[in-house]
């Protein structure tokens, strides 16, 4: 009960953000898919005539759907047209298309394969200009980050939505501490973070990507000084929340996705960085 609320919270919510329309069927038999996948799980099956409450945009070579169950699917967008449609002249268009050389449903077929709304999952690495408030001042140094991300649709809910979720983790302390307390420091970083994206093609196998999420971080140091011949040691945490600005381009080679983002975060201070990644499809 409580899944069918919040799934119906979601298309409410991507109906807000991408627009609704009314769809018809506009072929004598189509069928409704779990997922934007030709491949994935066949739910329910649709005729010519019958009409849906859809989203105004596609994903990739599908339209998302509400049927008469309150259950959401995916049709593909050749097979479903805005509006209540007149399908008798469709008919027609059906009759003068039933000699259509083999090539063309072989290149339909083909869409699946749409660089755009593939998921996509990999290792990436992050050089980040650091800084943070501490002894006294803002301070700052490069570090390298190394991390994991998730990019594509339903990674985190099913819809209409690209996300680009991330993780990552260093253990480079700020070498600022060991200059300022003459002694070696200890310590890491853990930073994740949740992006709605765009997935914008450029040709086939090319992608732009901008956006806005939610970034945090957590940090923790350990150094020592020596005052008066005794030594202290004293530790440094600090956890922020912000916002993160990705823009990026994938590029794909093969079933290999390469990517190089630039990251801005503002959280307690701005930061910046570049990550440079390697994916492939999950």
Known sequence: MFGKFVLNLIFLFSLNVFGAQLGTVVVSETYIYLKADFDANVIATAKRGDRFQMANKPVGPFYKVKMKNNQFGWISSVDIKAGAVNTLSEIKKEKAEVERPLESYTSEKRVQNTFAILRYQGLFVQNLDWKEKT????????????????????????GPFYFDSRIMATFQVPDYYQKITSAPASGWILKGQISFVSANPLGQNFLFHYGMGIASTFSHFESRVIEAGNEKKFTLEDLTIGLVIPIGLSYRLGPISTQIFYQYYWEKISTSGISIGLNWPY
């Open 135 to 158: 002894l006294g001042q803002t301070r700052k140094d490069n570090l390298s980050f190394w991390g994991w991300n998730w990019t594509g649709f339903d990674t985190l809910v099913e």
